[in-house]
């Protein structure tokens, strides 16, 4: 069997990143198969972002490798959608100067970028600018930028920060129903347990936990590092 039928997806092998002498991640391992909706969580300054960052070229780690369908792997940031590879940011950041439709065409083309608008149900608003719409408006744009690239993996940073409970539900059916290998940090912890297969855990850069929502919501290494004392 070849490797890369043996491993497909998306693997970090040992991550560890060190910012002079701050310990950002710590041998931080993960596997983000075809399909599956893999969580990244933990306390601020957990090392989140930097994972992100580590997988879109923007932060090098000393050591420790990635691998994309068993085949070493080191993007850079121009180069990811080469890969297949789509990111939100967290708030949103699109182009105050272009229309809605225009800011999604620069994760696709026109043809894609509208199939993205109605998807995400904003289609009405393209002719606007981004700054004319209310904030939950410019979160679907956001992520109708990244759908519109048709991504193999979409990473999605923060995507519920200033969503009321009927987005929140809302994205979750999108997430649940999208067809890409979905990386999601967040902090929203019903949206994580309701559509995650697999919830990693941090904790000042070390991954503490790896599992099912079931297993990380009973995990007292978990409660400890979130409440500060075990459950």
């Not at 932060?59 to 490798?65: D, H, R, Y």
């Not at 940073?157 to 059916?173: N, Y």
Request: net charge negative; hydrophobic share 40%; aromatic share 4%.
């Amino acid at each position: 069997m070849s490797t890369e039928k043996a491993d497909p997806g998306l693997v970090l092998h040992h991550i560890t990143v060190r910012f002079g002498g701050l310990l950002a991640l710590d041998d931080v391992s993960l596997r983000a198969g075809p399909g599956r909706v893999v969580g990244v969580i933990g306390p601020n300054g957990a090392g989140k972002t930097t994972l992100f960052n580590v997988i879109c070229g923007f932060v090098t780690p000393q050591s420790g490798a990635m691998t994309l369908d068993g085949r070493p792997f080191r993007a850079r940031p121009h180069q990811l959608a080469r890969h297949g590879i789509a990111r939100t940011l967290q708030g949103v950041g699109q182009f105050n100067g272009m229309t809605v439709l225009e800011n999604v065409q620069v994760g696709g083309n026109e043809k894609t970028a509208w199939a993205a608008l109605e998807r995400c149900e904003v289609a009405e608003h393209a002719g606007k600018r981004p700054g004319e719409l209310p904030y939950a408006k410019r979160k679907r744009v956001e992520l109708a930028r990244a759908l519109a690239s048709r991504p193999r993996i979409l990473m999605l940073d923060e995507p519920a920060g200033g969503l009321d409970t009927d987005e929140i539900r809302w994205l979750a059916d999108l997430i649940r129903d999208t067809e890409s290998t979905v990386l999601l940090v967040e902090h929203h912890m019903e949206l994580v347990m309701s559509v995650c297969d697999e919830i990693l855990v941090l904790d000042f850069g070390k991954p503490i936990a790896l599992g099912t929502p079931g297993e990380i919501r009973t995990d007292e290494k978990v409660a400890e590092a979130y409440l500060g004392t075990a459950a």
